[in-house]
């Protein structure tokens, strides 16, 4: 039985002491053992948010990370940086970071590795564009944003990455996917996980959806077969996230 996992994606929003305060509205409400609950917050509010959250279940995911271990490369944050604070769980390749800052499917593979190796558990986000929706590409895409994501990774820690299935068309939209639409892509990606591996790792691998997922749609969305959470944006700032916890 897989454990349901829902991560509140902050995006750019927040200061330090808004993150605070943001964690203080939700902390009782989200402490919960039922199901992971992981707060992502922007790099500069990572140790407000540590030490918020201290005592609770909640654990705290960053947004991106580099795939390389220091050095010359200005702006960007290391693994260990992360590990060293306490963060457990780091998003990678989400739409937005691929859209705006260039990432690819092969760079997303470096940041997955080498998240594996610092024991960083990857939230990798895959996910079509509504064009693609509309050419009818939208499976074979995933299924390769998910292969390239999970080339070289072992089984037993392919077994441990969180994969994120989010139609760039649903993310801050309000237009959800239908749950079978949801449904069928996550299912397809669990597909891929047992191809590659086993039924065994394919089992094990969680998958969220992610777009628009909201108080209202988190039930159905989250008790479809192959949907384990969600990767929650815009209601991740607001109260509202207590309900999609608590689905
Ligand atoms: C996201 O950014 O990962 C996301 C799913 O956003 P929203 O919930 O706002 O659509």
């Known amino acids: 039985m897989r454990k349901k996992i829902v991560a509140g994606n902050w995006k750019m929003n927040m200061t330090p002491a808004k993150a605070v305060e943001l964690v203080n509205t939700l902390k009782d409400q989200v402490n919960t053992e039922a199901v992971d609950v992981v707060f992502c917050p922007p790099f500069v509010c990572l140790p407000a948010v540590l030490e918020a959250t201290k005592g609770t279940n ?103 990455v969180v994969i994120a299935y989010e139609p760039i068309w649903a993310i801050g939209t309000g237009k959800t996917a239908t749950s079978m639409q949801a449904e069928e892509v996550c299912a397809a990606i669990r597909t891929v996980v047992a191809e590659i591996y086993s039924k065994e790792v394919a089992d094990e691998v969680r998958v969220q959806y992610g777009g628009s997922v909201n108080g209202g749609n988190a039930n159905e969305l989250f008790n479809m077969g192959n949907i384990d959470g969600g990767l929650v944006g815009g209601a991740s700032l607001k109260p509202e996230f207590a309900s999609i916890v608590n689905y």
């Open 58 to 160: 909640i654990a705290v995911g960053a947004q991106n990370m580099y795939f390389e271990e220091s050095g010359a490369y200005t702006g960007e944050i290391a693994p260990s940086m992360l590990v060293e604070l306490g963060v457990k769980y780091v998003i990678l390749g989400h739409s937005e970071r691929r859209q705006y800052f260039a990432e690819t499917n092969e760079t997303v593979n470096k940041k997955v590795l080498k998240a594996i190796e610092h024991n960083l558990v990857p939230i990798i986000c895959v996910g079509e564009s509504l064009e693609e929706r509309e050419q009818g590409i939208t499976i074979d895409l995933v299924r390769l944003q998910t292969k390239i994501a999970l080339k070289d990774v072992k089984a037993e820690d392919a077994k441990k």
